[in-house]
């Protein structure tokens, strides 16, 4: 249980047109300045103990980003897919924004993992499929009251005074 899977499923992350077929890949560039945008947003969202990484490889079909989260070793892996890059900065923010917000509701999951081991199948499922639903909730208002007040990507970094 040492790696828990958050995928996010609000129409945040869940936005992939069926109609596209493909898109070219992120350049390098891209790349490097959206780890670097993550890294100040994981700050903004005092996560900045966390290994933070945008994962190379693309998220499942039909998602724009998915995040996996090791909250016991500070460890955060956001995949992005190549429809994230052709968004304008706000619509990134908020997506990134989205996805950072799974990252804080692992905690929240850890203590009732272990019930999985200890009840059956169909009290687990109803278990699991609520709270999955609650934290889409939270996080979706989490996204909507904090992404406005982050920087874009590619804004200036802010200066603390």
């Not at 992005?80 to 804080?104: A, D, M, S």
């Amino acid at each position: 249980m040492a790696f828990m899977r958050c995928a996010g499923m609000s129409m945040t992350s869940r936005d992939v047109s069926d109609d596209v077929d493909y898109i070219e890949p992120p350049t390098k560039q891209q790349f490097v300045d959206m780890c670097n945008y993550l890294h100040t947003l994981m700050k903004e969202f005092h996560l900045s103990d966390f290994d933070a990484r945008i994962s190379p490889h693309h998220c499942e079909a039909g998602y724009v980003a998915e995040v996996d989260t090791d909250f016991r070793y500070r460890k955060v892996v956001i995949a992005l897919c190549p429809q994230f890059y052709t968004f304008e900065p706000p619509r990134q923010r908020t997506i990134l924004c989205h996805e950072i917000g799974h990252v804080w509701c692992t905690c929240l999951k850890m203590p009732y993992e272990g019930l999985k081991e200890v009840v059956s199948a169909d009290v687990w499922t109803i278990t699991e499929t609520n709270a999955m639903a609650q934290e889409e909730h939270m996080v979706t208002g989490l996204e909507w009251s904090t992404a406005p007040r982050m920087p874009l990507p590619g804004a200036p970094r802010r200066v603390k005074k």
